[in-house]
């Protein structure tokens, strides 16, 4: 499977735990971002990678979240001292980076869905 | 700032009625992309069509249809003949090119139950 993947696929913990997912993009895609989805939304932006460089980042994206992608291929989310509020799913995705003014279409992974309790 | 519009919560029908999914967006910038995503129950996010400010040509891909009109700011989406296993949560993005982020907005979705 050539897909986008992500691990773990559910996440229970208790409130004030840290926890870390890890996200595998497609292999030849050079741009990765992640989004949170809450019931009945669409996905939220939270930050984008392009090879190893964190671009963006949205304001949604509170001290407590980081996301790192060492050598440009896999990424991490981690969320220290997490609140219930962060109960969500996460979601990966990967596309070609293409030059000035092109976007590209992403491609998803599975999500990782969090409960904190 | 830019801002994607999809009006319709959900849509109800019955098999083999087709049925159309409205998405308007709002944007400052003349070079823009334009997407569908499908999330089925099982929840992974399914990319459907991308489309460019500068390619006004409709698409059809099998019973799948695209109308995008500039003039009114729509990029709508139309299923022919449905059938149940279209049932699910359609999203359409908006990705602002030049001078904007390579980030898309998402709309909140529509979600289509297609009954046997």
């Known amino acids: 499977d050539t897909g986008v993947s992500q691990d773990p696929r559910h996440k229970i913990t208790k409130r004030g735990q840290n926890v870390t997912f890890r996200c595998d993009p497609i292999?030849?895609?050079?741009?990765l971002y992640w989004y949170r989805q809450t019931l009945g939304q669409g996905p939220e932006f939270l930050t984008y990678?392009?090879?190893?460089?964190?671009?963006?980042k949205s304001r949604l994206l509170s001290d407590r979240f980081s996301a790192e992608r060492p050598k440009g291929s896999f990424s991490t989310l981690e969320i220290q001292r997490t609140e219930q509020g962060d109960s969500a799913m996460y979601l990966c995705a990967s596309s070609l980076g293409g030059g000035e003014g092109i976007t590209y279409e992403q491609y998803f992974g599975p999500g990782t869905r969090l409960t904190v309790t | 700032a830019q801002k994607v519009t999809q009006a319709q919560t959900e849509i109800s029908v019955v098999e083999k009625e087709d049925v159309t999914l409205d998405c308007v967006y709002e944007t400052r910038d003349t070079t823009y992309y334009l997407f569908w995503y499908k999330q089925p129950p099982s929840g992974e996010l399914v990319f459907l069509i991308r489309r460019n400010s500068f390619d006004e040509q409709n698409e059809i891909s099998g019973r799948y249809s695209w109308n995008f009109q500039k003039s009114t700011s729509s990029f709508n989406f139309t299923i022919t003949a449905s059938q149940v296993v279209d049932s699910a949560v359609y999203f359409c993005a908006l990705s602002e090119a030049p001078g904007g982020s390579y980030i898309p907005t998402f709309g909140r979705g529509t979600s289509l139950i297609v009954h046997p």
């Open positions: 292999s030849e895609h050079n741009r």
């Open positions: 990678f392009q090879n190893e460089a964190q671009l963006e």
